[in-house]
């Protein structure tokens, strides 16, 4: 690939002005620091950052295959540098490892050199888990978005590897003898932030045996095989005082394979002690071999980091330790619940850290994510304990501890505090028994995805179309209004023969299906008014909304007293308690614990107002 000067005079000049190099959470006390920077003049982690954003805009001149191959040249150009600079006093300086698959030569145009070359320099000045942190999401962020997506390469921030790599240590991993695994090792986020312990542990035995054991103690599995050699030549900057003593390379830990096909440890002593790392993650569709092996832990949808965590118990020992950073979804989503069975069965958590922002953690990344300790086991299982850690600017971690929880049996929710607030509320949650159906009400979501129907939409009513009743219906304050205000929506449906499975014929209670953990509040309900049904006939749902209907003739409550009480700030909170994702599903709903249908009734008398329902709940969840 042979870049042209005026593309080279495309990456624009940038620069940065946050004080943190790993996280933008927004939370900085101190007013930003001013850095009018270029690259190379500057903080090494600015310089980093500043590169990253103009290498990013270099990489999106190209496309496909191309970029892959311009991210790879680019990363490479930074690791010269890298390498050269930090062996700069050394005598007898190593080579690069070598690559783990062929790489075409290619010449980048001059002022992406200078770049590449500034930041493998100022890499060469911070610590070898920073700086292989702020190379490797170089890689990535100049990576095809659905190369990087595919392949879940969202990479670990120094803070947090280290926090999962000391929580590794509470629950009881010892360095001096243990054997690592990290299944997904990326640009060697959690190889080099073990190499520290392992090294520190190892001062009663000669170097020459440290790093001869290393290889028999350390492994990486890697997909893609550059990011693999990133994790190799990260993971030897770690160990390198150690090999220059002996003048000796240090052994190859990183294998390139999928890991989902890797063959299970079989020998005794060949399973590992601790598995650790931040898997991928996504919905996947498995090869039928692999939907065989890992069916256990599977119901419905695979998703990557659920068939890992799957993985890493096959890879622990009994009595081992897995330390994951996994979206927080499995707690209570049901495609999880085969895992959940497993886990709670097999490899029970230690301690899970809720990282209480979504936004600015994982570079472009947005989930709501945890760090979780397990311990593989046989015997019986302690409550688990619960911290939530926020990420701040200045790229420190605060942690406030959040109590315990108790795990159900097989796969139901795990009900945890997700607030530092709520252990009181989980605690009460756990003793609720009781649930919608309890109430007289079913689940289920709106039938019409629109998309498929694009020519039965309509926008005046008119001869077989009925009011179509989409999410925006649903106010944020709970109420109903009939409008179809967002792009591509339109206000009537027309009906044809065999669409008797679309009309909703009776009032039930309508729940927005997607709502974020930074909305004030994550159920939003609204009573699809009967008057309005009655006018009309009948309605069609979408699908963005979920609808809670009547299954007997006679329900506990009204529909309106079911929207209101769903409405109210604390079924609000206990919904938080058990929901891990966006997703606001039937599931979660049918399992989210109420208060006795009766007490409710009593407490309301003839009272029906919002207000009321708020009161009345407020005291059900809370008295003891
Ligand atoms: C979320 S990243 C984590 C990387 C690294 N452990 C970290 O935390 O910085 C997941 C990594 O898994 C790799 N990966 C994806 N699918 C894989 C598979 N089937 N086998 C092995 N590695 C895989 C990706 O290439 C990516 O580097």
Not at 146 to 155: F, K, V
Request: charged content about 20%.
């Amino acid at each position: 690939m042979v870049q042209s000067e005026s593309a080279a005079n495309e990456i624009p000049a940038t620069f940065e002005n946050r004080m943190g190099a790993y996280f933008s959470v927004g939370t900085a006390k101190t007013p930003p620091l001013f850095a009018a920077a270029r690259v190379g003049t500057t903080a090494p982690q600015i310089t980093l950052r500043s590169g990253k954003r103009m290498a990013k805009a270099f990489a999106a001149s190209y496309e496909g295959a191309q970029r892959e191959s311009v991210a790879r040249c680019f990363t490479l150009a930074i690791i010269e540098s890298y390498w050269t600079q930090i062996q700069a006093g050394s005598q007898r300086p190593f080579p690069l490892p070598e690559f783990f698959a062929p790489e075409k030569s290619t010449t980048l145009p001059e002022r992406a050199s200078a770049i590449a070359h500034s930041m493998g320099r100022a890499a060469s000045i911070l610590e070898p888990l920073a700086a292989a942190y702020l190379v490797s999401v170089t890689y990535t962020a100049m990576l095809p978005d659905e190369t990087r997506s595919r392949l879940g390469a969202y990479y670990t921030p120094p803070p947090l590897a280290e926090r999962l790599v000391s929580m590794a240590t509470r629950a009881g991993v010892d360095w001096q003898t243990c054997r690592v695994l990290d299944p997904a090792c990326g640009g060697g986020a959690f190889l080099a932030a073990v190499a520290g312990p392992l090294a520190n542990t190892a001062t009663r035995i000669s170097p020459e045996k440290f790093i001869f054991e290393i290889a028999s103690r350390l492994t990486g599995f890697e997909i893609d095989p550059f990011a693999a050699w990133l994790s190799q030549v990260f993971l030897e900057a770690s160990l390198l005082p150690w090999c220059h003593r002996i003048n000796h390379r240090l052994p190859v830990v990183v294998q390139v394979c999928n890991s989902l096909e890797a063959q299970e440890p079989i020998e005794p002593g060949a399973h590992y002690d601790l598995v650790i790392g931040n898997p991928p993650y996504g919905r996947v569709s498995l090869k039928p071999h692999l939907r065989a092996r890992y069916s256990r832990s599977l119901y419905g949808h695979a998703n990557l980091y659920g068939v890992f965590t799957d993985l890493a118990v096959r890879f622990a020992r009994v009595g081992g330790v897995i330390a994951y950073v996994t979206p927080t979804s499995f707690l209570a989503g049901e495609y999880f619940k085969s895992l959940r069975s497993l886990l709670a069965g097999s490899a029970p958590p230690i301690n899970i850290d809720f990282i209480s922002v979504r936004k600015g953690v994982f570079d472009d990344a947005l989930q709501e994510t945890m760090l979780a300790t397990y311990r593989k086991t046989n015997a019986c299982r302690h409550s688990p304990t619960v911290h939530f850690v926020a990420p701040t600017d200045e790229d420190e971690l605060t942690v406030e501890h959040g109590g315990k929880f108790d795990l159900p049996e097989g796969g139901g929710l795990w009900l945890v505090p997700r607030r530092i607030e709520q252990p009181r509320l989980v605690e009460k949650l756990r003793k609720l028994p009781y649930r919608l159906s309890d109430y007289g009400y079913q689940v289920s979501t709106g039938p019409l995805v629109w998309n498929r129907h694009k020519d039965q939409l309509a926008e005046k009513p008119g001869k077989s179309k009925l009011p179509l009743i989409w999410a925006e219906a649903v106010t944020s304050d709970g109420h109903f209004q009939f409008r179809a205000d967002k792009k591509n929506h339109c206000p009537y449906f027309k009906i044809l023969a065999g669409d008797d499975w679309l009309i909703t014929r009776k009032p039930c209670v309508l729940v927005q299906r997607t709502t974020a953990k930074e909305q004030s509040r994550r159920l939003i309900a609204t009573e699809l008014p009967a008057v309005f049904v009655r006018r009309h006939g009948a309605v069609v749902i979408e699908n963005h909304l979920n609808m809670i209907r009547p299954s007997s003739e006679a329900p506990a409550v009204s529909a309106q007293i079911m929207a209101a009480v769903l409405n109210t700030s604390i079924v609000d909170r206990a919904f938080r308690c058990i929901s891990g994702s966006v997703a606001v599903s039937a599931y979660e709903l049918e399992n989210l614990p109420l208060p006795a249908p009766e007490e409710l009734k009593q407490l309301l008398g003839r009272a029906v107002s919002q207000t009321a329902v708020a009161k009345a709940c407020l005291r059900l969840y809370t008295e003891e």
